[in-house]
């Protein structure tokens, strides 16, 4: 029902600043709450940060609290991540995902996936 694709990934120094994009498909896009994800080699994967269909409700894990911002645009069908202050640790694969509702009914979770866009953070 929707594809995603992530963009803006790369490498930046420890301290530096990345924005990135997920671009949606379709024309329900307002219908899906967001997310993003990140895997490293060797460990799970982790929530970073998640947007309502909205936008008047985020959430962001304690590790990116303070230095990571979610945000959407519904106009454009587009999710951003704003990550300041990056670190060596905040080196992943970062994925975002669509997570459909219809009001307050969350229907099924985090089944649309992007396939990726990889962030390296060098110190």
């Known amino acids: 029902q929707v594809q995603l694709a992530e963009s803006g990934g790369g490498l930046v120094q420890a301290g530096g600043s990345l924005r990135l994009s997920c671009a949606a498909s379709g024309r329900t896009f307002s219908s899906y709450a967001m997310g993003w994800f990140r895997q490293a080699p060797g460990k799970e994967r982790e929530f970073v940060a998640a947007i309502s269909t909205s936008g008047g409700i985020t959430s962001h894990a304690d590790s990116v609290k303070g230095r990571f911002f979610i945000a959407r645009d519904n106009a454009k069908n587009t999710v951003y991540l704003q990550m300041n202050n990056l670190k060596p640790e905040d080196t992943a694969v970062y994925y975002c995902?669509?997570?459909?509702?219809?009001?307050?009914?969350?229907?099924?979770?985090?089944?649309?996936w992007g396939q990726g866009t990889q962030v390296t953070v060098s110190s």
């Open positions: 995902a669509a997570d459909p509702w219809v009001g307050v009914l969350r229907l099924s979770g985090y089944v649309y």
